[in-house]
C-alpha cells in the first residue's frame, strides 16, 4: 500500500499582481513602455517589476518557488493608485482594484485569492469592503496604518488623523489580518 506523501502549504501573504486592465492604466496614466526593461521607475516611489506586470511570469515564478497560494492585494499603494494610475476617486479605485483581483483570482483558482484592501482614513470605503468580508470573497483585510512622510507622516492613533481625507500619502505600514475562511 502507498503511502501519502505529506504536503505542505506556503503562502504568499502579500503579493502584487497587476492584471491586464490595471496594466492597461499604467500605460495609459503612467508611461509604463513594454519595450524597455524591468524594473521601471516613475516618479520619486513607483517602481514596478516584470513579477508583477506579467501575471503568466509571475504565476510561473510562484509554482516553481514552491508558493502555493498567492494573496493578492493593493494595500497602501491604494491612495497613489487612484490619484497617479487609475485616476479615480479612492472608493472607486477600490472597487476597480478588486475587480483586477476577483479576475485573477478566477483566472488562476486556487493559486490567487483576494484581499480586502481597507483607507482607514476614508469612511467611504467601508462601503466596498464591508461585503467582500461578509461574502466571504477576501480572505484578508488589509489596513494602512500611517500616511504621508517625514515630518507629514500621520499615525492612525495620532489626533492629527482626523478628518485628513485622501490628500495625504499612503506609506507601507499595513497591518494584514487573515480571515478564518
Known amino acids: 500500500m502507498a503511502q501519502s506523501q505529506a504536503t505542505r502549504s506556503i503562502i504568499d501573504t502579500h503579493g502584487h499582481i497587476f492584471g491586464p486592465k490595471l496594466r492597461q492604466k499604467l500605460v495609459e496614466n503612467m508611461g509604463l513602455d513594454d519595450s524597455k526593461p524591468f524594473p ?10 516584470r513579477e508583477s506586470l506579467d501575471v503568466d511570469y509571475s504565476m510561473e515564478i510562484q509554482r516553481q518557488s514552491g508558493v502555493t497560494l498567492c494573496v493578492n492585494t493593493y494595500g497602501g499603494e491604494v491612495e497613489t493608485f487612484a490619484q497617479h494610475v487609475v485616476k479615480a476617486s ?7 482594484l478588486n475587480d483586477e483581483s476577483f479576475e485573477l483570482r478566477d483566472r488562476f483558482p486556487g493559486e490567487v485569492a483576494c484581499m480586502a484592501n481597507a483607507h482607514a482614513l476614508e469612511e467611504s470605503s467601508r462601503d466596498v469592503i464591508d461585503p467582500l468580508i461578509s461574502n466571504k470573497e477576501a480572505r484578508c483585510i488589509s489596513i494602512t496604518s500611517s500616511y504621508g512622510a517625514g515630518p507629514d507622516q500621520i499615525f492612525l492613533d495620532s489626533p492629527k488623523a482626523n478628518g485628513c481625507g485622501s490628500t495625504r500619502r499612503p506609506r507601507m505600514f499595513s497591518f494584514t489580518f487573515i480571515l478564518p475562511w
Not at 521601471?40 to 517589476?49: A, K, S
Not at 479612492?90 to 476597480?96: C, E, G, I, Q
Open 40 to 49: 521601471q521607475v516613475f516618479g520619486d516611489e513607483m517602481f514596478f517589476y
Open 90 to 96: 479612492t472608493v472607486d479605485t477600490l472597487k476597480f
